[in-house]
């Protein structure tokens, strides 16, 4: 069997070392190596744009659903990121685009329910009939009218419609303006009458000839919150109910103020029931006093009638012409000499006189009217519970007495000054002493720490960059760093010789082995498996460079 021996002169490979570890790797590890570094870069990527979240800012707040749906419609078509506030209440975008954003809407008419006022006027087309130029200022007005009422910090939302009646030439014909006013108050707010008031006198003060009884105000519930002439006696009764309530709360409040310090805070308990009249009475009196004298009082009319009579002359003489004829107005006598008698004769002169004097005194009246306060007080009945007294014991045991008669009698008078008591009012005020049933408070489990709301929204928060940075460690553990280590393994280098010998035919001359007693049959592959076991332990060089080119895929020469 012959044998002939090779030459081969070997030059090692001249690359670095993350080269020569990157060819030794197959397909297979080459493909894992490269999608474990692509992932990598990808979630270092979304953490880096994630930590850089833009600063927001608002866009619009305040906006009714139909507003909010075409805004966030017209935002996904521009590209524009936004996000909502808690309860949908306002729509944020980044602040750099806030008001290149608002401009862009504005130019498209969004948001459409923003409120227009007088300015509506400044489009005023040519050929406007008259009924659309009342229409235009109709719907300025209200516009006004709702930015007015919607700067009231209770209000959200207003809407206003105004009933404008036509103006004719007959002034008995014309009629009345009407408002109607919706409002939208913010959840957990109401307005007082005062507001209502105010609401309903600015409307009408800005309405020509508005009565403020024609204006009605509903809430978005339907409650009418506006009060007219015929409800005034609703709203009456309402507030007299919330003044006793009142006055029962004050009496109540002075009971426990006055008893708390005595018997601790929690061991008293009180009721006042206050009856109150709110009957309007008005009582008119007219008294005279008794006649005074002349001196002492006014005359208001005096009349004096004098009436003086003379006697008539009885006639005299013949009868005949002469003595038919009027009597002679009498003279004064001449010189003091006798008065001339009359042609009838000698007659009886005597006069009768009558006087008459009336006077009229003024009468001493008083009239009296008197108007009692609505609200007084008619009756009151306090109702008092005293717990009994607690004392606990050196060995902690708690045991209750009741209190003593005297100390209990105290307290009543006490609470008899406290509300002014009074007997001819009939007021009545009852303080007992009981054992208060405390029943004590079921201790609340306490909540496990991973379902408090702000553990949740923490982990919420950070789920996505720790989920992120758990993800890139088993990229980089389980796909770069094989890849990596096994690039970087140095490979053994050993010593070649210029010269070694090789078997290069298949049959080589091997030297006889002692063979074994025992009859076994040795097959091919042992035997071939045995060959190259001595051949490595004789020429371990050659081994290493045939197994080195089998490696690197070279062809034996």
């Not at 707010?189 to 403020?212: C, M, T, W, Y």
């Not at 029931?273 to 002349?294: C, G, I, K, M, Y």
């Not at 190259?532 to 020469?557: C, F, H, M, S, Y």
């Amino acid at each position: 069997m012959s044998t002939s021996v090779a030459e081969l002169d070997i030059q090692p490979p001249k690359q670095s070392a993350l080269g020569a570890g990157f060819a030794r790797m197959d397909n297979t590890q080459k493909t894992r190596l490269a999608m474990g570094v692509i992932a990598l870069l990808g979630i270092v990527m979304a953490l880096f744009f994630m930590g850089r979240e833009p600063d927001w800012r608002v866009l619009y707040a305040n906006i009714n659903d139909k507003d909010g749906g075409a805004i966030v419609a017209q935002l996904t078509q521009m590209n524009v990121p936004y996000k909502y506030t808690e309860g949908g209440q306002a729509i944020m975008v980044p602040s750099d685009k806030v008001h290149d954003t608002r401009l862009r809407l504005a130019s498209l008419g969004l948001p459409k329910g923003s409120v227009t006022g007088f300015e509506i006027m400044e489009s005023n087309r040519f050929g406007m009939t008259q009924f659309q130029e009342r229409l235009t200022f109709q719907r300025g007005l209200e516009g006004e009218l709702t930015r007015s009422i919607q700067s009231i910090s209770s209000v959200q939302s207003a809407r206003i419609h105004l009933a404008l009646p036509n103006q004719n030439g007959f002034f008995r014909e014309q009629q009345k303006p009407s408002a109607s006013v919706l409002l939208t108050l913010y959840p957990g707010r109401v307005l007082d009458k005062a507001q209502i008031a105010g609401i309903v006198h600015l409307v009408a003060s800005s309405v020509p000839e508005l009565n403020p009884k024609a204006v009605s105000i509903v809430d978005d519930a339907g409650s009418l919150l506006s009060n007219s002439s015929d409800d005034q006696s609703q709203g009456a009764d309402s507030e007299k109910l919330k003044y006793v309530q009142q006055m029962e709360q004050m009496y109540t409040r002075r009971i426990l103020d006055m008893i708390e310090p005595l018997v601790g805070v929690g061991n008293v308990k009180a009721q006042v029931n206050a009856d109150v009249d709110f009957s309007l009475v008005e009582l008119t009196s007219e008294q005279h006093r008794p006649n005074q004298s002349a001196e002492t009082s006014a005359v208001r009319s005096q009349q004096t009638v004098e009436d003086g009579t003379a006697a008539a002359a009885q006639p005299a003489g013949v009868p005949g012409a002469t003595t038919n004829q009027p009597p002679v107005t009498g003279t004064a006598p001449i010189n003091g000499g006798a008065a001339p008698l009359s042609a009838a004769g000698n007659a009886d002169q005597s006069a009768k006189t009558r006087r008459e004097s009336v006077i009229n005194y003024e009468v001493d009246k008083t009239v009296k009217v008197v108007r009692e306060a609505s609200g007084t007080v008619k009756r009151l009945s306090a109702a008092v519970v005293v717990n009994h007294r607690t004392s606990t014991d050196k060995s902690g045991k708690e045991t209750s007495t009741a209190i003593p008669p005297e100390q209990l009698e105290q307290m009543t008078a006490l609470v008899r000054e406290t509300i002014g008591f009074s007997k001819d009012r009939g007021d009545s005020v009852n303080v007992v002493n009981a054992v208060f049933n405390v029943s004590k408070p079921i201790a609340e489990e306490p909540v496990a720490w991973w379902l408090l709301p702000d553990n949740q929204e923490l982990a919420r928060s950070l789920s996505w960059p720790v989920g992120l940075v758990l993800m890139g460690l088993v990229v980089l553990m389980g796909m770069v760093r094989p890849g990596m280590k096994m690039m970087r393994t140095p490979v053994v280098e050993t010593p070649v010789k210029p010269q070694f010998d090789a078997v290069l035919n298949e049959m080589p001359d091997r030297p006889g082995l002692p063979m074994p007693e025992v009859d076994v049959q040795i097959t091919k592959d042992q035997t071939r498996l045995a060959d190259a076991k001595r051949l490595a332990l004789d020429n371990p060089a050659a081994v290493a460079n045939i197994v080195k080119g089998w490696v690197n895929g070279e062809a034996a020469t």
